[in-house]
């Protein structure tokens, strides 16, 4: 992780299922709303960690499902598996660490002497974990007595039972919070450990993550029974502990705010885009044109001269915008684009989601920025890596130099604006 020089000024570990990604949000509005706040105001500085009990293969599955973007570290199969940027590099260090009295085959036999237990699916048992369903009631009778059973074969193990459905068996000094704890110490090593930390959760397999010293926490508000118990038992009198008043994602954005971890005003949420000169950075005039396409695309603004003369005074009329396709265009054409396209996605299912954004200042006014744009519609998405020069000359607002895109692997390559 040498992407930030220093350390970050939050690192955000959330959960996925039920906790950042809301399934009965069809419009996926509070983790939009996130998106746009993570990388407008944090990307820049900040870490973000997803932390699920999904395997490699169901994690990635979901991330094709729901609008989700790149986090810098994947936790996956309930903290035993540790997967680093984009390109998932795996921790082979915390596999080593893992294998320590910890034995598969012994797991997988005396747990199938156990008839309440059902298998989940093949996907779903990893080297570090073995994984079935079990009715609540018998939940906790067979937990007790498969760990006796599994200390007497002198495995050390740890049974987590998530979700009112789900049960796990890890090696002790796996899950979520261990792995967590892994993740800070390297970082204190590298003295770079995050100024805060803030945890973010909805069931059993989470609760770890709220007793690693110093870190701060959500559950949001549809958090689970088990956990929602854990807390009662055992950290009722932690004020470092929130539990949300709004569901999912929504609830980690209240969470930030309650405890004054830095911005927690997604650009998703202002009426007034573009506005809010005095906390402008590059990420987020990149967050919020995109919001400003979006918008007007959709017809959520109103078709206005003003609206146009806008965009208009926010680029540079004789810069050169290079199309995927790799044609080029002069910027101001782009303009007149624009102009034809007012509510072409209206009524339609059409989101613009920015992701990645890096920006590395040139000089005193001019940075070089990267990131990933994806136009959603739907099921279908297409995306583009865009560079682009921005500068703030003579100015309080960002001027739009040149801009090169280019198409993403794996991307649908049809109609693209600009
Ligand atoms: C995810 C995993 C499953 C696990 C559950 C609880 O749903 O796919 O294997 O049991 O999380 O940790
Ligand atoms: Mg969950």
Redesign the pocket.
Known sequence: MDRLKSSARLMIVSDL?HTLVDHHDPENSSLFRFNALWEAHYRQDSLLVFS????PT?YKQLRKEKPMITPDIAIM??GTEITYGKSMVPDDGWVQFLSQKWNKDIVLKETSKFPELKR?AET?QRPH?V?FYVEKEKAQRVTEALSKVLAGRGLDVKI?Y??GI???VLPKGAGKGQALAYLLKKFETEGKKPTNTLVCGD?G?DAELFSIPGVYGVMVSNAQEELLQWYAENAKSNPKILHASERCASGIIQAIGHFNLGSNLSPRDVADIGKDVENLSPGLEIVNFSLLVEKWRRAEVENSEMFIAGVKATILPSGVLIHPSGADHIMKEYVNILRKVYGDKQGKQFRILVENVLATQLDSDTWLIKFDKWELSGEERQGCVVTAILSKKDSDWFTWMHVHETWLEHSGQGEWLL
């Open positions: 299922d699920t009990g999904r395997s169901l199969s309930v989940q779903e974990k994984s987590i998530s979700g789900d049960l796990d069931s397999n």
